[in-house]
């Protein structure tokens, strides 16, 4: 079976000023992905009509399906919707139903009183040789173009509108049209290797891989994901495969496997505390929060984590954790004994079955030459044990905080598969 | 004078199956606009030597500068280097300053023991008509090739690396090889208002703008950021058509103007509490410590941030923040009633100057009829006053957490300049 392929066209200057990351792109290439249609380039393009011409005429060539997302919003530096509408030979008409839901979310549902302005009543005006694509989440409808056999989508750029739009009227309608080879991804989740000693230790298993299977290396983090990827036309068969070569591959990688699934470490550890009905509360210092934020990202945490005392202050270590002064003014706040004491004091005050602690200095500032930026410790516990680590993380802050966050979920996740063993 | 343009392409699988979003090419497109270099495309290829070529066979006609970064790591996937090589028609030699430092990473930073692996000193080998700029913070070197009055520069994906590499080697090389225009952006923050209606305020303004400065609207979470582009030769003049633009839209703008800098929120809280030597604390229900982790993420937060309680559980509410059980029975977590003894709880425990509290129900499940999903009460106060709001946010979970975090904030920041009056 022939490849579907497609292009994603990103449209907008704050993309290639760098004022935006683009995060709709992976959604795109995930959703495309799940029905088997393989993203061969992505391309970004100011709000320029040469550029985005010039990448419509450029990708036709390249793709079966070009999707667009971006410059369908109500303002002066959108142009995308009349360039599409010339592009593919179609003038400007309104559309009744969508003129209408425009009103109906005003109204109901953004609240608003007072006359409707005619800029928002305009991006009803569609081109007349497109299909129109609802768009339950916001006022600039999706379209759909075809032209000597290739599909256009154009999708608006803000992300839960574009996710909206693919998922219940791009992708349905892409099987429809297309017939799709087979692409089946299984992904093993790795910690505490290096993408080079992994890779040693699985190199013949990997060269021995059939032509149509694919094994890729996604470092993030002190995590390796091992994604293999296999294509073909009989999906059976192929899944047998595919769970043939996991076998082998969970083998060799055995002592760093975290887990076979494509899961976030806060995942796993919220599954390992929901099958075994255990609950969880950290206290941070320099992580201010962020695995928090990790163990609440994901719907239903409510049951297994508890909550977190971010503790910047020392002043608040001593009145919300109970960490001695005694502690702080010999060893100081990055020490052993701070955050051990902060594991009791989350175990005492959030009444949970496990405590998480961080401490340390994340920089730019404030090391010194016997606790230099990155050094972290992070202490797990119950209220039978509790196990330290001293941690030396490097460069920049917004990644230290990530890598400490991510080492303490290991640890968490590591102590509880040992404690129910 | 004459513009420069830049490409960015971007090397890997997992870009195009959308398992990591792409965060290099904002960092680079960044630094490049800050010496005057325009980005004109990015574009992301999967590790597949054809469409490696053809990016760059087709990028070499559109810019001056082609960045790549990506596909320079020492697994099986990565395929850029040897591919460069053959490209420019250059033969691999180690780089014995390369492999030195290898060396020097391998046992002094990365304290590893045992002898090297070959794939790790084959890093060192690099084609010969490249010039090697030194990566401090890794392995794999960056290569800088120049053909036909172009040049194009290769980098290794790992953001860190890719960040020093750039600052250190790439632009002060760039500012020496080619003449740039100037390019001056200056941008407003506003918060409160759409799009559209920001537009209509402003319209009359914008139309009148002189052909060499450009509007962009940037909407994110309630926030809209104004940013005026100007492009010329001389600097001075430029300035100050630009700070006489800037004037103008800042009295059209003023009822939604936070600041007249490209801040975040969190950095325009911080910046005031810095100002007023004041702190605060906060109480986080809904949003799961995300708030305390905006405000730790920039350095140098620790002075003005005390700490905040993530009360996920409502007996964390109560014990460690003295919400009282006949709010919590009576009106329920999500209530004017609770947030505003969340902020009472962190001003006496934490000791701050100001404190923000947030309860809601950010889905996808867990909303009523009564309490929908989305719907949000935030509170901020100081010993004098408390002032409560409630929001009603709409669909998914990880949106209404950072729509939820920034009206916060702003809240926040509202309130601290209105207490200073």
């Known amino acids: 079976m022939k490849e579907v392929n497609a292009t994603i066209i990103t449209i907008g200057d704050e993309l290639l000023i760098g004022q935006t990351i683009d995060t709709n792109s992976a959604f795109i290439a995930q959703e495309l992905n799940k029905i088997g249609i393989w993203v061969k380039r992505r391309i970004a393009v100011g709000d320029n009509e040469k550029d985005i011409c010039q990448a419509l005429d450029e990708?036709?060539?390249?793709?079966?399906i070009i999707l667009l997302t971006g410059g369908l919003g109500p303002t002066a530096d959108d142009i995308t919707k009349p360039l599409l509408c010339n592009y593919f030979g179609g003038r400007m008409v309104r559309n009744e139903q969508v003129f209408q839901h425009i009103h109906y979310l005003f109204e109901k549902v953004f609240r608003r009183s007072g006359p409707m302005l005619e800029r928002n009543l305009k991006q009803a005006d569609v081109p007349d040789n497109c299909t129109v694509l609802m768009n339950e989440r916001g006022t600039a409808p999706g379209m759909w173009f075809e032209k000597d056999g290739k599909?256009?989508?154009?999708?608006?750029?803000?992300?839960?509108?574009?996710?909206?739009?693919?998922?219940?009227?791009?992708?349905?309608?892409?099987?429809?049209?297309?017939?799709?080879p087979v692409i089946l991804h299984q992904t093993l989740l790795t910690f505490g290797v290096g993408e080079s000693t992994l890779a040693e230790a699985i190199k013949d298993w990997e060269e021995a891989l059939p032509s149509y299977m694919k094994l890729a290396y996604l470092p993030h983090y002190g995590m390796v994901r091992l994604r293999l990827t296999a294509t073909g036309d009989d999906k059976d068969r192929l899944e047998q495969e595919l769970e043939k070569q996991i076998i082998q591959?969970?083998?060799?990688?055995?002592?760093?496997?975290?887990?076979?699934?494509?899961?976030?470490?806060?995942?796993?550890?919220?599954?390992?505390?929901?099958?075994?009905?255990q609950t969880v509360g950290t206290a941070e210092s320099c992580t201010g929060g962020y695995i928090a934020h990790l163990l609440t990202?994901?719907?239903?945490?409510?049951?297994?984590?508890?909550?977190?005392?971010?503790a910047y202050d020392n002043q608040v270590k001593k009145d919300l954790l109970g960490v001695s002064q005694q502690a702080l003014e010999s060893v100081g706040a990055v020490s052993e004994e701070v955050v051990t004491q902060m594991v009791k004091g989350v175990l005492q005050n959030l009444k949970t079955d496990y405590a998480l602690a961080?401490?340390?200095?994340?920089?730019?500032?404030?090391g010194n030459e016997k606790k230099p930026i990155g050094m972290v410790w992070i202490?797990?516990?119950?209220?039978?044990?509790?196990?330290?680590?001293?941690?030396?993380?490097?460069?920049?802050?917004?990644?230290?905080?990530?890598?400490?966050?991510?080492?303490?979920?290991?640890?968490?996740?590591?102590?509880?598969?040992?404690?129910?063993?």
């Open 59 to 64: 990708e036709s060539k390249n793709a079966d």
């Open 151 to 180: 599909v256009y989508v154009s999708l608006p750029g803000v992300p839960h509108e574009m996710k909206g739009l693919m998922q219940k009227e791009v992708s349905p309608r892409l099987l429809k049209q297309f017939q799709m």
């Open 249 to 277: 591959l969970k083998e060799l990688a055995k002592q760093w496997l975290i887990i076979d699934e494509d899961l976030t470490m806060q995942q796993v550890v919220a599954k390992l505390l929901k099958e075994r009905k």
């Open 297 to 310: 990202m994901d719907p239903g945490a409510s049951s297994n984590y508890k909550g977190t005392v971010v």
């Open 358 to 366: 961080t401490s340390g200095i994340m920089g730019p500032d404030g």
């Open 379 to 421: 202490a797990v516990g119950n209220a039978k044990k509790i196990e330290t680590k001293e941690f030396h993380f490097r460069f920049d802050r917004m990644r230290n905080i990530e890598q400490t966050s991510i080492a303490a979920l290991a640890m968490l996740q590591q102590f509880i598969k040992a404690q129910n063993k």
